[in-house]
């Protein structure tokens, strides 16, 4: 709890705040509502591409710290070298291709205009993203991770500010709606990246960053890459996800996003216990403690099964009060009410998914996680998506249920494989031993 405390906090501000954003865009209607949803997840999907980029230097660093090994910095000079070299250039192409990749997805044209502008304001700032997700792996597998938690906070109440201020034009700045919040998102974003790099440089000796090898650019590259495949994959189908809800029209859209940035609230928290036990385990394996490291597995998944379980209570008690936040439409309040509900059951039996997953990259196992996720969201989610939802005509609340049983699955999938502990094969780190 000592490790996972701080990141569960630090994301639990980011779910808030995600739907803090969410509350103050609604105002605007559900056209824009639904165009900030289409428009952040293609940027999720983005992101995707480099979020590898923090397991990997998360681990390896880990590893580095179990092992007593005196250089410590190599991982994350290496990651800060793929970040801007992919960064960069994903940047420029997705800010030119965004109404090709919008329009496909989009309910309507007024939508499309709406997350077009949106996306192109946020994706400026996926280097900076790319480099942040590097820095925050070299200080979580120190097990430092109250600096996470500190510079997250300051990141999303910044966010907030800027965002309602520019939404509604407060304290003589102009009202730029839609764009406003993803201004505000995106300088939020510049300033965290900026903190960051000050507590680095502060931290660790003036010699400690040099220019990494090539061996370690490849060593880092290649437990990054299935992360972010799986990540991107992950993203795509919450991509396809709203593709089929557009099907189901602009209301249906709306609501969606609304209940999957409520779900975060949840999610979150047990992803935090995840990345805790990402190092943890890491750590154990070191110094080639492997029974130590399959037990944090357990105990971390057994304080997420609690903590998801009680956050789950107010979804499943209030959903109309939850959703009137959000909602002054009663008829869409009545559309969100069971599938919220059902939102609350399935981030309970994800538990072990949300965990587990993060325990084996620890591990090294990046290559099991993705084959286990990205089968199961591709060859069972969305086909049964499509089928329950749009074919069979059950709607938003079939594509919930769909969804409900897809991730009861996906844990049981991932409790399976931890317990097998074929995982310990999968120690790639023997050069720190």
Sequence with gaps: MRLA???????????????????LVSHLGQESL?????????????????????????????????????????PLGSGLVIGVAVGLPISCIAWWQAPELIRWIAPSQAVTH???????????ALTAIALTLCLRGYWNGRQQTHFYLRIIVVVHTTNVALSAALIYGVAGLPGLGVNGA?????LSLLLGLGIWGVITWRQCQPNALSIPSWQSIVSTLTLAFPHSLQQLWFAAGYVVLFWLLGKLGTPSVAV????????????????????????????????????????????????AGMLLTVLALPMLVIP?????????????????????????LMIVFDAAALVLAQALMGAGAQRT?????????????????????IWLGYGLVGVWLT??????????????VWQRRRWLVHDTHSQFK
């Design 5 to 23: 405390l701080p990141i569960m906090l630090g994301m639990l501000s980011q779910s808030v705040l995600n739907l803090i954003d969410a509350a």
């Design 34 to 74: 639904a165009g900030v949803g289409l428009g952040g997840y293609a940027m999720f999907m983005m992101t995707a591409l480099v979020f590898g980029l923090s397991s990997s230097v998360q681990s390896q660093t880990a590893q580095a710290v179990g092992a007593n090994q005196s250089c410590l910095t190599r």
């Design 114 to 124: 709406i997350a077009v502008d949106y996306f192109r304001l946020r994706i400026v």
């Design 182 to 186: 993803a201004i505000g998102t995106t």
């Design 256 to 303: 969606g996003h609304v209940l999957v940035n409520l779900s975060l609230l949840l999610i979150l928290p047990g992803v935090g216990v995840g990345v805790a036990a990402m190092s943890l385990v890491g750590e154990a394996l070191g110094r080639d403690d492997r029974q130590a490291a399959h037990r944090w597995g357990i105990d971390a998944l057994s304080v």
């Design 320 to 344: 109309d009060t939850i959703l009137g936040i959000f909602f002054t439409n009663e008829a869409l309040v009545q559309l969100g009410r069971l599938p919220l509900q059902i939102t609350g």
């Design 369 to 389: 996680v993705m084959l286990l996720t990205l089968g199961m969201q591709w060859l069972l989610f969305l086909p049964l998506a499509w089928w329950v939802g």
């Design 403 to 416: 969804q409900l049983f897809y991730r009861l699955l996906n844990s049981t999938g991932f409790l399976w």
